[in-house]
DNA sequence: ATTAAATAACTGACTGGTCAGTTATTTAAT
DNA sequence: ATTAAATAACTGACCAGTCAGTTATTTAAT
């Protein structure tokens, strides 16, 4: 086995592990998740996995941590460039549909949705730092439109909710109920959140 | 301990293990409940629960088969009593208001969200008997009001996508990111649903 | 340049505790 | 007295976490 001997070498084990035990904490929740699998994933034994987590509940905290808020942070800049409340609205649900595509945020929901349980402070943690930053960011978007007349809305922080709704809807439906061999039951999230959006627009812009 | 010794007394008593399993399942995950838990809070013993059913599994399964489906029953029929979509919509979506409010269904899926990987068929009954019977009775009723000329819309299977969607949020939002001390993140599902509606009859209804 | 010593990353067999499932025994009802 | 229900003690498989030993890599001396 090569050895990880430098700072950037063990990040990037220390990484690897992380996305391993994401996927078998996925697969399995985390009681059925098995160290040695997860250890095994990564190339690596069980001994070396607890060279970089204590424990399993370490393991899991880290994972929810670091996985989570890099790519929120990202978008949330993006969004609050654009010009228009509309182009913020596209623009935003076009960004969550990449990420529900391309990320492992699906997963790690899942995850906590399954086993948050067990850790009340980092369900509180995502709560925080992922959906009520969600639900500012379009209450934000929202005032902003509402000012410049672009908009009108009448009950702002719920209107957020509604509009956060069918990313959960599509992200359960997707890790839960889309068994990768069955196309009748597909979800289509592109159609999904361009109806979504169109909807919202009625809703939203004056006259 | 007393025994159930009449057929009703054992219905009886498996009922109060099937949501004695309810409860540990939804606050531990299928592996990490204990049999003994299970047959505590329903006061008898271990063995007793294994006189009911055969395994965990089994146990896991009977729950999942036997509470959600009569609950789903009830509804359909009531809603397409209803006659026109305002109608229907505004009765269903205050029927899935009371029964996230006052049923253990809410429980049962997020237990099939958590567990369901280990359950294949488990999950495609629910789709089927429960999400897909849903999609289908909002469809019907879209496309009677449609026929109707009460409403137009453009894309019927996703619209009833989105009518759903808050559903399964607020379902997730109380299971898992409501912990019951903290008042100032408790989602109001009344407000929630009224203004979807409101929003929903803005889109669908014929000017 | 070669090599021996030192270091630290890595390994996997082992242990102690847990829990699903079984069974011998007790208890309640007829 | 007989039977069925209930129990609690028991067994064995499983796994998180440990640690004595192994080996890749670096360092220092010649």
Same mark, same amino acid.
């Given at each position: 086995?090569?050895?990880?001997?430098?700072?950037?070498a063990?990040?990037?084990?220390?990484?690897?592990?992380?996305?391993?035990?994401?996927?078998?904490f996925?697969?399995?929740?985390?009681t059925?998740?098995?160290?040695e699998?997860?250890?095994?994933?990564?190339?690596v034994?069980?001994?070396?996995?607890?060279?970089?987590f204590?424990?399993k509940q370490?393991?899991f905290?880290?994972?929810?941590?670091?996985?989570? $808020?890099?790519?929120i942070?990202?978008?949330?800049?993006e969004? &609050?460039? /654009?010009?228009?409340? +509309? #182009?913020? *609205?596209?623009?935003?649900l076009?960004?969550?549909?990449?990420?529900i595509?391309n990320?492992?945020?699906?997963k790690?929901?899942? $995850?906590?949705?399954?086993d948050?349980?067990?850790?009340?402070? &980092?369900? /509180?943690?995502?709560? +925080? #730092?992922? *959906?009520?930053?969600?639900?500012?960011?379009l209450?934000?978007?929202?005032?902003?439109?509402?000012?410049?007349?672009?908009?009108?809305?009448?009950?702002?922080?719920?209107?957020?909710r509604l509009?956060i709704a069918?990313v959960?809807?599509?992200?359960?439906?997707?890790m839960?109920?889309?068994s990768?061999?069955?196309?009748?039951?597909?979800?289509?999230?592109?159609?999904?959140?361009a109806?979504?959006?169109?909807h919202l627009?009625?809703?939203?812009?004056?006259n």
């Amino acid at each position: 086995m090569q050895r990880a001997r430098t700072e950037q070498a063990k990040d990037q084990r220390r990484n690897t592990l992380l996305h391993a035990a994401l996927n078998e904490f996925f697969d399995k929740g985390f009681t059925a998740a098995r160290m040695e699998d997860i250890a095994k994933l990564a190339h690596v034994s069980k001994g070396t996995l607890y060279l970089y987590f204590a424990n399993k509940q370490d393991l899991f905290r880290a994972l929810i941590e670091e996985i989570a $808020v890099p790519t929120i942070n990202l978008t949330s800049q993006e969004v &609050l460039a /654009t010009k228009t409340g +509309e #182009q913020a *609205l596209q623009f935003l649900l076009q960004s969550i549909a990449h990420i529900i595509r391309n990320t492992p945020l699906p997963k790690l929901v899942k $995850v906590i949705i399954a086993d948050g349980k067990a850790f009340p402070e &980092l369900v /509180t943690y995502y709560r +925080e #730092q992922v *959906l009520n930053r969600m639900f500012s960011l379009l209450e934000t978007i929202i005032t902003k439109a509402v000012e410049a007349k672009e908009w009108q809305c009448s009950d702002i922080p719920m209107t957020a909710r509604l509009i956060i709704a069918p990313v959960i809807f599509s992200v359960v439906w997707r890790m839960v109920f889309e068994s990768s061999n069955e196309q009748q039951n597909m979800l289509d999230l592109d159609a999904l959140f361009a109806l979504h959006t169109k909807h919202l627009l009625v809703i939203l812009k004056v006259n």
